[in-house]
């Protein structure tokens, strides 16, 4: 593949307008932030879901600035022209609208991220308002935000009722009238997210488990390649078991060298004889 132009926020909306859809997923690493680049996905997230894919947490929580900024600078390299977005962790802007510009200038500034986002509604519009005010691309997260889930109950489905609909499809124009130039939508019903995405004026909308109204679809990248051991959810598609592929693989490694099939010669390297007999001769 041919090095493409840089994505940018006008190559989005473009897409948009055409009505085609915007691809995206979670990336944490180099080697696979260079498959990404090259299949051509729009939107790369680095995710505080890294706490758990590759970190091996329970939650998204532990998962510190630092932690991010580094696994974004190595996707940054591997996918020099997707659009990349950088998650804020917990806590790096709840406290304060000052401490949300702060550090999502540091994914700008450090990991040369295109954008970032956060979880919350109404409650963190100002934050929203204070970062893209700063002239920094912010995309807001509704519906399963976990780094709020003991609050909504654990992982499940958010926006059911009528009533919760009704929260999440204002949370969204807040957001929206913020300055949030995209909105990730995680599982909620595909008419709740069919009615936020035809409501959306001035920004996107991405679903993850969602349904297929949205203005594009994100997804987990352990959880499409059979790669996270601990649950398989069901809004997952997996399109390839890589982490089956993998795990055999390793098992035919660990009875090979245990048989002693492996190194085979073409696996070393060897040493001229002449030169072997003279370091014998030296250590003699």
């Known amino acids: 593949m041919t090095e493409r132009k ?6 989005l909306f473009k897409k948009v307008a055409e009505n085609e859809p915007v691809t995206f997923l979670t990336c944490y690493d180099y080697p696979t932030a260079h498959f990404q680049e090259q299949a051509g996905v729009d939107m790369i997230l680095v995710g505080d879901s890294l706490g758990m894919t590759m970190l091996g947490f329970d939650s998204t929580l532990p998962v510190t600035m ?9 996707v940054r390299r591997g996918s020099p022209n997707a659009w990349l977005i ?9 406290p304060s609208v000052e401490s949300a510009i702060r550090n999502a200038g540091r994914f700008m500034a450090e990991a040369g991220c295109d954008a970032i986002k956060l979880e919350g509604g109404t409650e963190m519009a100002s934050r929203m308002a204070g970062i893209t005010a700063a002239g920094i691309p912010a ?18 489905l958010q926006g059911k009722g009528a009533h919760q609909a009704k929260k999440i499809i204002d949370d969204a124009k807040a957001l929206e ?6 909105i990730l939508l995680e599982l909620v019903p595909d008419r709740l997210c069919q009615l936020i995405t035809e409501r959306a004026e001035d920004c996107f909308i991405i679903g993850l488990g969602a349904g297929p109204h949205a203005h594009g679809q994100l997804l987990i990248y352990h959880d499409m390649f059979g790669l996270y051991p601990k649950f398989k959810p069901r809004m997952a598609k997996v399109f390839a078991e890589a982490g089956e592929i993998i795990l055999n693989g390793l098992k035919q490694y660990v009875q090979e060298v245990t048989d002693h099939q492996f190194p085979q010669p073409e696996n070393w390297f060897g040493m001229p004889d002449e030169e072997y007999d003279e370091l014998i001769t030296m250590l003699e």
């Open 86 to 94: 950088g998650d804020m962790p917990y806590m790096s802007y709840q």
């Open 66 to 74: 630092d932690d991010m900024i580094r696994h974004s600078q190595a």
């Open 177 to 182: 009238q913020a300055g949030a130039f995209a």
């Open 6 to 11: 840089k994505v940018t926020l006008r190559t």
């Open 139 to 156: 995309m807001g997260h509704l519906g399963l935000t976990p780094q709020s889930v003991s609050a909504l109950g654990g992982f499940r």
